[in-house]
């Protein structure tokens, strides 16, 4: 398809996230219901907007949250993750999990106390028109709420999506700022997944657009610019949702999952047999990439990548093929031929070829790493397997997989696993540092677990170097948080 042709495909459409791709191609309002099916019997089963995935359905503000255990004082600041949360759904036919509006959950601590949880839409301007606000800002020409990652850059607060919409900046407590384009230095899509180089105090995205015939590494500085840009010719416009940074290294995988331009589908990315699966690997300053071809495999996230000599390491989760964004009956949510597993790959510059290994074979996904190692080797790394993620994803009846946080040890080959009980489905685990931290693992995993009994989530709280013990602290909230993406710390 021509670049006119496609930007007619997507002239006037609404923006979709599809699992944290937001790609200008269908809507979930009353256009796409028109040309759904009807809701059928009252039996009918929609797994990613029940029980774990439920959505909630107002904003709430606690203060002084109870708590079991204690809180290490040395935690101070706030635990911050988005997740889709569709606002105004008129069908569920017509919605697909990874499109609905970005609701972002936060706790502040400090002292020792729990101060506050609140939890807020991100105000673009179709959430500002459901709830019946003004857009005080001007629209972006591709506008959506962004539901995949929340990150802190330089005291800025940033909520990200990729394929698309622009960043949205939110203050402390949660409200939106508005619409952020770096200054004006952003030039078209960003991504929902950065890389923060603390050495080096650089931040970096890959981005991608269905419109673009390339990929694009951008570098933003201290200040909040982007000051380079590197295009990545590519076919077939790829979904590529993370990426992998070193020393002196950019990673980029090209998997088989790419643009699907076709009418009337609410999801338009499919599994595509003829694209050839690939990892590249170019200069953070720019210059050729080189390609390894790899099997047909679909990667969802990096843990981290490093140099050794004269390779490139990446740990990272992946899904055996076919993965369907769009799922089986092209809405509802993805659907996945086998659980994803913690892999490594070892990218030979010398001998010019990709060796895998399966690191952990249990079903785990969203991998976080000790950030103050982005890009530089790293022994421990952290993982989740909620299990009505998983039982949804497969088809498989309920309570087929359990729940649990998981840290690996990459040095020994040792894991430990935190477990929780039924219905207590865990999200990502983030590790914070202790404030006077001597190691690697010296620190905390925060994750919010949803806690049955009262059908409400807690914020837990995990010693990182103790890590199958009882919880330091449960913090509880008044309300589920629904299984969603990514989060950060966001510390004083």
């Excluded at 807020?120 to 001007?138: D, I, N, Q, T």
């Excluded at 929902?192 to 694009?216: G, I, M, S």
């Excluded at 369907?324 to 996945?336: H, I, L, N």
């Excluded at 914020?459 to 948080?481: E, N, Y």
């Amino acid at each position: 398809m021509t670049e006119p042709n496609r930007r007619n495909v997507l002239r006037g459409a609404a923006a979709l996230a599809i699992s944290g791709v937001a790609a200008t191609y269908g809507s979930t309002g009353s256009a796409l219901a028109a040309q759904s099916p009807s809701l059928g019997t009252p039996k009918e089963h929609f797994p990613f907007i029940e029980g774990a995935f439920a959505p909630v359905k107002e904003e709430v503000t606690a203060f002084d949250l109870p708590v079991t255990g204690r809180i290490p004082k040395d935690l101070c600041g706030r635990y911050l993750r988005t997740g889709p949360n569709v606002l105004g759904l008129e069908d569920p036919r017509a919605h697909h999990w990874m499109l609905g509006e970005g609701m972002v959950h936060g706790v502040r601590l400090r002292d020792g106390k729990a101060e506050w949880y609140r939890n807020r839409w991100v105000r673009s301007s179709g959430v500002a028109a459901k709830l019946g606000e003004r857009y005080p800002w001007p629209v972006p020409a591709e506008d959506f709420a962004p539901n995949t990652h929340v990150i802190s850059h330089h005291g800025r607060i940033l909520t990200l999506q990729e394929s698309g919409a622009p960043p949205y900046e939110l203050d402390g407590e949660l409200n939106t700022v508005g619409p952020f384009d770096f200054s004006g230095s952003l030039e078209g899509s960003y991504t929902a997944h950065t890389k923060f180089d603390a050495q080096a105090d650089e931040l970096h995205a890959v981005t991608y657009h269905p419109t673009w015939d390339h990929v694009r590494h951008l570098m933003v500085d201290r200040t909040g610019r982007v000051v380079r840009t590197t295009r990545i010719p590519v076919t077939d416009s790829p979904m590529m949702h993370d990426f992998g940074l070193t020393k002196n290294y950019v990673v980029v995988f090209d998997v088989p999952v790419t643009f699907d331009p076709r009418p009337g589908k609410v999801v338009p990315y499919k599994w595509n047999t003829e694209h050839q699966a690939r990892v590249g690997v170019m200069k953070r300053d720019g210059g050729p990439v080189r390609w390894f071809g790899v099997d047909q495999v679909f990667y969802s996230h990096t843990l981290n990548a490093y140099e050794q000599g004269s390779t490139v390491v990446v740990d990272l989760t992946t899904m055996p093929a076919p993965f369907e964004v769009a799922g089986k009956q092209g809405f509802g949510g993805p659907s996945a031929s086998g659980p994803p597993v913690l892999e490594r790959w070892t990218i030979d510059l010398a001998q010019g070829r990709v060796r895998r290994r399966v690191l952990d074979d249990r079903p785990q996904e969203f991998p976080r790493v000790n950030e103050s190692l982005v890009s530089r080797r790293h022994r421990y790394g952290y993982s989740a397997s909620p299990g009505e993620l998983f039982d949804v994803y497969l088809d498989k009846p309920a309570d087929t997989f359990g729940n649990a946080l998981l840290k690996h040890d990459l040095q020994s080959g040792r894991s430990e696993v935190h477990r929780f009980g039924r219905g207590a489905d865990a999200s990502e685990a983030v590790f914070v540092p202790s404030a006077r931290s001597k190691s690697e693992d010296d620190g905390y995993a925060l994750a919010y677990v949803n806690n049955p009994d009262r059908n409400a989530s807690d914020l837990v709280i995990l010693s990182a170097q103790d890590f199958t013990a009882k919880p330091l602290a449960r913090i509880h909230l008044p309300r589920p948080v629904p299984l969603g993406f990514h989060g950060s710390w966001v510390a004083d």
